[in-house]
C-alpha cells in the first residue's frame, strides 16, 4: 500500500530533535563489514529503506545479520556463499556498487547488477571501474551485470578523473586488502568517507589520510571483528536546520557534528538566521523573512548537493534574486515544477535556478521526485497555507527515519496516511481544525 504525506502548513518549528547515523555512510560500512570473517557490531546505523534493502542482500548471499535492535546490526561474512548480487530491489539502488568493492577486494570474484539510484541525472560508475582495474581486475558488463575479477589485486597509483563519493569508498574497500601500497588522487573528502576509512582501520586496515585528496592505502592480509558507532547524518541535519529557518522556527538539532555542516550554517547565517553552535548540537532560528543568496553545490567543504533542493526552497521564500548552480548533478531540480505549482517563482536554465522570492506557498497536491527534493517539498508544505498532500513518499523514506513523526514532535502537523483515502485525509483535517 502507497501512502503520503498530508500536511497542514503555517506552525513554527519549536523544540528539540534527535539526528540519526549518516546513510551514506553506513551503506559503504555494512559492505565493509562483510570483509572480516570475525563478527562486526555497527551501531547508530538508520533504519531508513535503503540500509534495509542493503542488509536483505548482504543476507542474501548467506552472510549472517542480526539486528539486535533497530539501530544496532550484527554482521557475521565467514558465511557468504555468493558473489552474486542479482535483486530487483538492490537494481534500485545506487550504492549496491559497494558490494563490488568488498567482494572484489575480500574474494578477489564479484557480480552485482549495475546500479540505479535516484534519478537526478546521467550517474556513470567509468572511476569506480578503472580504479578496480588499476589494482590489477578485469571488470565486464554484460546483461546488466557487472562482472569483476582478479588472481590477485596489486596495489597502484590512482588519479580520479572527477571528484567521486562512490568511486572514493570503493576503491578503499577493494584497495585495502591488496598486496601493497594504493594512493587514491584527487579523491573526494565527505564526512561519510572518513567514517568508512575509520571503520576499515577499526578493523585492521591501513587507511591514511581520508578527509583529504589524497588517501594512501597500505594493503593487509586480513581484516577482523570490530565495534563501531556510525556518525551522525549531516543531510538529514542539514533538511531540519533549512526547515527551522523556513518556518520561523527554533529548533535544537541535537546528535551532530556541526563541522560537517558548517556549508550550511555559513549560508543560514548570511541570508539572516541564527545558528548557534554547541559541541554535539546547532540551534537554528529565525524570527522574520530571510534574504537572498547565491549558492554552487560542490564536492565537501562546499555545499552539498544533497542539499540544494532544500535550501532553494527556502531561498524561494526569501526576499529578493537568488542563484543556485547544480554542479554536481545535472537533473536535479525536478521538484522545481511542483514548487511553482505552490506559488514559487523559479525559472531553471541549464544547471541554474533563478529563484525570486515570494512571499508564501499555498497548499497544493504534489509529488516527491527523488528522495532529497521529496524532503525539500516536506519543507515547502510545512510553510504553505492550507494542506499539502505530497505522494510517492517511499523516495523520502529511503534516507529519512521517521520523518512525519520527528516533525510531528516540534510542533508540525503532517501526518501518514494511505494515498486515495479520503476518511484519512477528513479525519485529518478534523483533528487539526
Ligand atoms: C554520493 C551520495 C549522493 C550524493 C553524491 C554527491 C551515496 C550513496 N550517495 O553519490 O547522495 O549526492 O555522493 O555528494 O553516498 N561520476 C562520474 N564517474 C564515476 C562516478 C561519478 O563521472 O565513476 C560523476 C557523477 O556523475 C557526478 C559526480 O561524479 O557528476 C559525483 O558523483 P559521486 O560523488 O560519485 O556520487 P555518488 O557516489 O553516486
Same mark, same amino acid.
Given at each position: 500500500?502507497?501512502?503520503?504525506?498530508?500536511?497542514?502548513?503555517?506552525?513554527?518549528?519549536?523544540?528539540? *530533535?534527535?539526528?540519526?547515523?549518516?546513510?551514506?555512510?553506513?551503506?559503504?560500512?555494512?559492505?565493509? +563489514?562483510?570483509?572480516?570473517?570475525?563478527?562486526?557490531?555497527?551501531?547508530?546505523?538508520?533504519?531508513?529503506?535503503?540500509?534495509?534493502?542493503?542488509?536483505?542482500?548482504?543476507?542474501?548471499?548467506?552472510?549472517?545479520?542480526? =539486528?539486535?535492535?533497530?539501530?544496532?546490526?550484527?554482521?557475521?561474512?565467514?558465511?557468504?556463499?555468493?558473489?552474486?548480487?542479482? @535483486?530487483?530491489? *538492490?537494481?534500485?539502488? =545506487?550504492?549496491?556498487? @559497494?558490494?563490488?568493492?568488498?567482494?572484489?577486494?575480500?574474494?578477489?570474484?564479484?557480480?552485482? *547488477?549495475?546500479?540505479?539510484?535516484?534519478?537526478?541525472?546521467?550517474?556513470?560508475?567509468?572511476?569506480?571501474?578503472?580504479?578496480?582495474?588499476?589494482?590489477?581486475?578485469?571488470?565486464?558488463?554484460?546483461?546488466?551485470?557487472?562482472?569483476?575479477?582478479?588472481?590477485?589485486?596489486?596495489?597502484?597509483?590512482?588519479?580520479?578523473?572527477?571528484?567521486?563519493?562512490?568511486?572514493?569508498?570503493?576503491?578503499?574497500?577493494?584497495?585495502?586488502?591488496?598486496?601493497?601500497?594504493?594512493?587514491?588522487?584527487?579523491?573526494?573528502?565527505?564526512?561519510?568517507?572518513?567514517?568508512?576509512?575509520?571503520?576499515?582501520?577499526?578493523?585492521?586496515?591501513?587507511?591514511?589520510?581520508?578527509?583529504?585528496?589524497?588517501? =594512501?592505502?597500505?594493503?593487509?592480509?586480513?581484516?577482523?571483528?570490530s565495534e563501531y558507532?556510525?556518525?551522525?547524518?549531516?543531510?538529514?541535519?542539514?533538511?531540519?536546520?533549512?526547515?527551522?529557518?523556513?518556518?520561523?522556527?527554533?529548533?535544537?538539532i541535537k546528535n551532530?557534528?556541526?563541522?560537517?555542516?558548517?556549508?550550511?550554517?555559513?549560508?543560514?547565517?548570511?541570508?539572516?538566521?541564527? *545558528?548557534?553552535?554547541?559541541?554535539?548540537?546547532?540551534?537554528?532560528? +529565525?524570527?522574520?523573512?530571510?534574504?537572498?543568496?547565491?549558492?554552487?553545490?560542490?564536492?565537501?567543504?562546499?555545499?552539498?548537493?544533497?542539499?540544494?533542493?532544500?535550501?532553494?526552497?527556502?531561498?524561494?521564500?526569501?526576499?529578493?534574486?537568488?542563484?543556485?548552480?547544480?554542479?554536481?548533478?545535472?537533473?536535479?531540480?525536478?521538484?522545481?515544477?511542483?514548487?511553482?505549482?505552490?506559488?514559487?517563482?523559479?525559472?531553471?536554465?541549464?544547471?541554474? +535556478?533563478?529563484?525570486?522570492?515570494?512571499?508564501?506557498?499555498?497548499?497544493?497536491?504534489?509529488?516527491?521526485?527523488?528522495?532529497?527534493?521529496?524532503?525539500?517539498?516536506?519543507?515547502?508544505?510545512?510553510?504553505?497555507?492550507? @494542506?499539502?498532500?505530497?505522494?510517492?513518499?517511499?523516495?523520502?523514506?529511503?534516507? @529519512?527515519?521517521?520523518?512525519?513523526?520527528?516533525?510531528?514532535?516540534?510542533?508540525?502537523?503532517?501526518?501518514?496516511?494511505?494515498?486515495?483515502?479520503? =476518511? +484519512?485525509?477528513?479525519?485529518?483535517?478534523?483533528?487539526?481544525g
Open positions: 500500500m502507497e501512502n503520503q504525506y498530508i500536511i497542514k502548513g503555517g506552525t513554527p518549528l519549536h523544540g528539540e *530533535v534527535t539526528i540519526g547515523g549518516a546513510k551514506n555512510a553506513a551503506l559503504g560500512i555494512l559492505a565493509a +563489514a562483510l570483509m572480516t570473517n570475525d563478527t562486526v557490531v555497527i551501531d547508530n546505523l538508520p533504519d531508513v529503506r535503503d540500509i534495509n534493502v542493503l542488509l536483505d542482500a548482504i543476507q542474501g548471499i548467506g552472510a549472517t545479520v542480526k =539486528r539486535r535492535e533497530p539501530h544496532v546490526v550484527e554482521i557475521n561474512g565467514s558465511t557468504i556463499k555468493d558473489n552474486t548480487i542479482d @535483486y530487483d530491489s *538492490v537494481r534500485k539502488m =545506487r550504492a549496491s556498487y @559497494y558490494l563490488l568493492g568488498a567482494l572484489l577486494g575480500k574474494y578477489h570474484k564479484a557480480q552485482v *547488477v549495475l546500479p540505479g539510484g535516484c534519478d537526478i541525472g546521467s550517474r556513470p560508475i567509468d572511476q569506480h571501474l578503472k580504479g578496480f582495474r588499476a589494482l590489477g581486475a578485469t571488470v565486464n558488463i554484460e546483461y546488466g551485470m557487472i562482472h569483476t575479477q582478479a588472481e590477485k589485486l596489486v596495489g597502484n597509483h590512482i588519479f580520479l578523473d572527477v571528484v567521486s563519493v562512490g568511486a572514493t569508498i570503493n576503491i578503499m574497500l577493494a584497495a585495502c586488502m591488496a598486496e601493497g601500497r594504493t594512493v587514491i588522487e584527487n579523491a573526494a573528502k565527505e564526512p561519510h568517507i572518513v567514517d568508512v576509512a575509520n571503520f576499515l582501520n577499526s578493523m585492521g586496515a591501513d587507511i591514511k589520510g581520508a578527509g583529504t585528496d589524497k588517501i =594512501r592505502i597500505s594493503g593487509v592480509e586480513k581484516l577482523h571483528g558507532s556510525i556518525i551522525p547524518d549531516q543531510i538529514e541535519a542539514g533538511t531540519f536546520m533549512i526547515a527551522a529557518a523556513a518556518t520561523k522556527g527554533d529548533v535544537l551532530v557534528i556541526p563541522k560537517h555542516l558548517e556549508a550550511i550554517s555559513v549560508k543560514l547565517i548570511e541570508i539572516g538566521a541564527t *545558528v548557534e553552535e554547541f559541541d554535539d548540537a546547532v540551534r537554528v532560528s +529565525a524570527g522574520h523573512r530571510l534574504g537572498h543568496s547565491q549558492i554552487k553545490t560542490l564536492p565537501y567543504p562546499g555545499f552539498p548537493t544533497d542539499m540544494q533542493p532544500q535550501i532553494a526552497t527556502l531561498l524561494a521564500l526569501s526576499e529578493g534574486t537568488s542563484i543556485v548552480t547544480e554542479s554536481i548533478f545535472e537533473n536535479r531540480f525536478k521538484y522545481v515544477d511542483e514548487l511553482s505549482r505552490m506559488g514559487a517563482s523559479i525559472k531553471v536554465e541549464g544547471n541554474v +535556478a533563478i529563484i525570486e522570492g515570494v512571499h508564501g506557498f499555498t497548499g497544493a497536491t504534489i509529488s516527491a521526485p527523488d528522495l532529497r527534493a521529496g524532503a525539500a517539498l516536506v519543507v515547502a508544505g510545512l510553510v504553505a497555507e492550507g @494542506y499539502t498532500t505530497i505522494d510517492s513518499i517511499k523516495y523520502i523514506e529511503r534516507g @529519512y527515519e521517521c520523518f512525519e513523526k520527528k516533525l510531528c514532535a516540534l510542533g508540525a502537523s503532517i501526518e501518514k496516511i494511505p494515498v486515495d483515502d479520503e =476518511r +484519512a485525509v477528513q479525519k485529518f483535517k478534523l483533528k487539526i
